[in-house]
């Protein structure tokens, strides 16, 4: 008897009430790599950002200009983003923490932009070395920068739905971040589940509130770390919610290295393989993700925790192609 071969898609069986199509905002270079234990050299970032690009990624965050002593994994930023060559339409965002990374961004070549707030001010002491008030006014003073030459901004509201320090979040904290980030000019506001401790009910709580504050449904993103198991859970609250962006890490890579207890992101095949069959559009190849996955595992010497990925490759997570740089 042959070994029955694992499904290569899952069924479609759409459902009322989701959007044709969404955008899935790949943040597996800069999130995904920025905690890594050993620094990963430049050649493999370029042939990350390319094998996603060419896996159909249209939205990838390529790295962030904060500086070395912060985040020695991303010092070379500027190799990173000189070294890729993205697809025509597509976007390739760099997370920059202030007017400084701003400015480095800018002569590296990079066109579009994502500011980082607290909805804390514990993270944004630990994170960016100042209160919540001073990491707003720090962001919003770069929106302003970047509207006025035409770069798009996204903002980022870390920690919307649990800090570990300060335990529960106040709801009016996120709804103000997120409010004052989109009245300054940000294009998308993304709300960070920074440690993974959210569940459905808050994400409808918190989407609903932002609304009501004047930030649209379409405005809004969801940056879901997958700690406590949660985030497909959470996408589909999104989903029925309105959030059409998803922010994801090819094999679940990632964590901000300043929030204890953290771990990855949500992996974009687990979300590709949920989206695909809710008969979502997303652009992306699956099969192609999840090779990825499995390279970027081989090339790590680490496993990757994508359970679509481990089952499309069938391999266990551990086991993957040949590095190829
Ligand atoms: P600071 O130490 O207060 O900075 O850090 P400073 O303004 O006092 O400057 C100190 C030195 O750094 C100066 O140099 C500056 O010129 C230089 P010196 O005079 O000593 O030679 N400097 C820079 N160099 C390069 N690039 C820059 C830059 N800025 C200043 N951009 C700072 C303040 C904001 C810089 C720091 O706190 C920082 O970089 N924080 C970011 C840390 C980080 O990257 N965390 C991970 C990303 S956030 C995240 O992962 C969460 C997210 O995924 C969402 C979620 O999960 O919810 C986005
Ligand atoms: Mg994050």
Redesign the pocket.
Known sequence: MTTPLPRSHPRVVPREGMPAAVTVYE?GP??GL?AETDVIPTAVKSELCARLFAAGTRALELT????????PQ?ADAHAVVASVRPPEGARAVA????R??FE?ALAAGVREV?V?VSATDAFARA????DRAGSLA?SAAVVTDARAIGIPVRG?????FGDPWEGDVDVAAVVDAAAELYGAGCRTI?L???IGVATPGDVERIVDAVEDAGVPRSALAL?L?DTYGQALANVLAGLQSGVTEFDSSVGGL??????PG?TG?LATEDLVWMLEGLGIRTGLDIAALARTSSWLAGVRGRPHVSRVAAALTRTPPELSEEPSV
């Not at 904060?66 to 985040?71: A, K, Q």
């Not at 997370?95 to 202030?98: A, D, F, I, M, T």
């Not at 994170?127 to 100042?130: D, I």
């Open positions: 943040v800069r999130d920025q962030s200009f904060v500086p070395p002593s912060w985040v991303l997370l920059v923490p202030n400084r990374g480095d994502a980082v994170n960016l070395n100042t720090r980022y509201v870390s920690m919307a993304a960070g589940d920074t940056h770390h990632g964590r901000c290295p300043y929030a953290a992101n």
